[in-house]
């Protein structure tokens, strides 16, 4: 019953998707905001409980609230790429 409500495979897939986004933009932060975005709605999809989905979603929010900063460089397009060091 545990291993349901961790929701791993859901996970995998949000992973899946953080990899996939960093290695196509270089920009580990549109990873997380995609993972993050991802998650929920692949949990919510499935047959999770309710409190897993919201729980989801409020972890979700919390990163892109965390993420507000990268978003706003990515928008003036100042985000460096991964390996590119700090301006």
Do not use: Y
């Not at 999809?45 to 979700?60: E, K």
């Amino acid at each position: 019953r545990l291993r349901r409500q961790l929701a791993p495979l859901s996970t995998c897939v949000a992973v899946a998707i953080f990899l996939a986004a960093v290695a196509g933009t270089k920009r580990v932060s549109v990873g997380s905001m995609l993972g993050a975005l991802s998650l929920p709605v692949i949990v919510c999809l499935g047959d999770s409980p309710a409190v897993l989905c919201a729980t989801a979603w409020v972890c979700s929010l919390l990163i892109l609230i965390r993420h507000r900063e990268n978003l706003m460089r990515l928008i003036h397009g100042t985000e460096p790429k991964l390996g590119a060091g700090k301006p």
